[in-house]
T-cell receptor, first 114, second 115 residues
Framework: KQEVTQIPAALSVPEGENLVLNCSFT??????LQWFRQDPGKGLTSLLL?????REQTSGRLNASLDKSSGRSTLYIAASQPGDSATYLC?????????????FGAGTRLFVKA | DVKVTQSSRYLVKRTGEKVFLECVQD?????MFWYRQDPGLGLRLIYF???????EKGDIPEGYSVSREKKERFSLILESASTNQTSMYLC??????????????FGPGTRLTVT
């Protein structure tokens, strides 16, 4: 059964710091891995999608990597800002569900101090 | 940009009421999903639809039903609301076809309270 784990559960950093959020999954048979951002009381915003054949994706200050063989992904945030404060979730689409089911991690709650 | 909208941001209903949550997407996506999100339990899939009038149970379908009469609209129905259905409900959509590997896009969520 696929499980997704995110470490740390919470993180507090000063503004301007570069940081890495970690995501691990137990079964490498996936279609893709997606990173989301969620602000309190709101829906999820898609940040980056990495296909199973890709190693990384970049969008602005965000860079996500995927190492399928080791079951790991990282989300790198450069020059963090207070506006980056949110919960970040990673999610995988397992091959054995036909891609219709997505397994989510519990998230990392990030707080960037001004 | 993909836009997924949900009919209400906040909803308060009484136990036993029939509740309708509506979701509309404007990107002609084939796949639509309903999740609930609870502290400590994360996101859990209730139902999904891979095409008009097609639906499949997710991980926690009990007490819920769905309707998809038009491609852009996916409704979640609580047949007889109970207090344990108090939750944040999130709708999502995704393109299909060869695109099983496409991204999911979420609506803003509906915070439902059942008293």
């Amino acid at each position: 059964k696929q499980e997704v784990t995110q470490i740390p559960a919470a993180l507090s950093v000063p503004e301007g710091e570069n940081l890495v959020l970690n995501c691990s999954f137990t079964d490498s048979a996936i279609y893709n891995l997606q990173w989301f951002r969620q602000d309190p009381g709101k829906g999820l915003t898609s940040l980056l999608l990495i296909q199973s054949s890709q190693r990384e994706q970049t969008s602005g200050r965000l860079n996500a990597s995927l190492d399928k063989s080791s079951g790991r992904s990282t989300l790198y945030i450069a020059a963090s800002q207070p506006g980056d404060s949110a919960t970040y979730l990673c999610a995988v689409s397992p091959l054995n569900t036909g891609g219709f089911k997505t397994i989510f991690g519990a998230g990392t709650r990030l707080f960037v101090k001004a | 940009d993909v836009k997924v909208t949900q009919s209400s941001r906040y909803l308060v209903k009484r136990t036993g009421e029939k509740v309708f949550l509506e979701c509309v997407q404007d990107m002609d996506h084939e796949n639509m999903f309903w999740y609930r999100q609870d502290p400590g339990l994360g996101l859990r899939l209730i139902y999904f639809s891979y095409d008009v009038k097609m639906k499949e149970k997710g991980d926690i379908p009990e007490g819920y039903s769905v309707s998809r009469e038009k491609k852009e609209r996916f409704s979640l129905i609580l047949e007889s609301a109970s207090t344990n259905q108090t939750s944040m409900y999130l709708c999502a959509s995704r393109a299909s076809g060869r695109a099983l590997a496409k991204a999911q896009y979420f609506g803003p969520g509906t915070r439902l309270t059942v008293t």
